[in-house]
């Protein structure tokens, strides 16, 4: 397996992790045997090995027209619809995808917040350049999505005609129901499925994270191939033959400790925005009913220069698990210099990573002598394979975690508060009374 990991030094407590291994085989079965809470969504845990493989090769289809008729491809979508596939882009190809050289076109992320600014500048970037759309969004009513795609929509009618313009919709949506899957059905746009029993933070390995990766290049065959290889990894209940389980358990005994947040840190730009997925995942599966342990992120060395004195000496109410790429993208040495003004010829001719390796290590033994609890998720490198087998091990995991803290890790009734308030806000129909409350106060 791609994958290791590891609690460090004192941290590992195998009574307590003992203890729980009963617990964990309940948790096991009940997600395997669909018998738990919220077992309506739990499709993603065979999804490695029973995804739609007819849909899967019109995937790869509709990139290669992108790919031929683009040079942007805008993809619009927000929460689970949109931090799976920019975690992809970034983690496999780079944060920087869209500057680098290549033969895909540049692929931009609107949609996922209301900011004319941000908006505006996309607008201003994409100019006259061809382009195609691909519309995410599994309810197919989300504000913030409904919005871009209204405004690109009529951006790419007035360019093509809505005759051509139909051509470079792709949807990604609910099967049957909503508002974007009517006006797939009413314009004929190529649409793809979100199936029913997966949720929105647990479909970066449907249509929604693998075209835009497709489009981008991925071999997408081998994103697949590693989330099976982890979903066979983890399919054991023994928690002693299952890391995904110890990782999942050993959080769970943290938080009963009174660590109640847990940073997820990482040493390379391009696992930045794996570690925004990251918080949604945990934060929407388990912060319920009062409970849950808050993830944050980290991305290191960069923050031990600012939140790493807190880390160091502040509160000790937080574990920390580091995501670690034991191989660097492309390697990098630091020359050798006569004047050796800086005092670095000590490290010259040495690799980078070397160099990130034992800032990571020094890292973590000074948090834990501070007293912060350590866990490693170490990958061989940074590729399509390794993403996809990430992505099962943490969606195992907190599928597990949650059952622990038994919470129902796969609905997020508490999304909906804003909305509601926003919506009565705004003056939508159908919410006067919400309005006069709200604006009372
Ligand atoms: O986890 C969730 O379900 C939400 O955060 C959604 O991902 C987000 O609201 C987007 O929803 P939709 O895909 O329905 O537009």
Redesign the pocket.
Known sequence: MGIKFTVQGEAVQKQELSALSGEVVRCHEALHNKTGKGNDFVGWVDLPQNYDKVEFERIKKAAAKIKQDSSVLVVI?????YLGTRTALDFIKSPYYNELKKDTPDIYFVGNNISSAYLNDILQILGDRDFSINV???????TE?AIAFRIFKQLLEKKYGKGEAAKRIYATTDGAKGALKEMCNQEGYETFVIPDDV???FTVLTAVGLLSMAVAGVDIDAVMAGARASMEAYAKADIWQNECYQYAAMRYLFYKQGKTIEILANYEPHMTSFGEWFK?LFA?SEGKDGKGVFPVSANFSTDLHSIGQFIQEGGRYFFETVLWSKEPKTPAILPFDEADGDGLNFLAGKELQFVNSKAFAGTMLAHMDGGVPNMVVEIERMDAWHFGALVYFFEKAVGISGYLLDVNPFD?PG?EAYKKNMFALLGKPGYEELTAKLEAR
């Open positions: 979508g927000i929460g689970g619809s995410i969004s599994k309810s197919g009513t989300t999505p949720g929105g933070r949604q929407e997020q999304v």
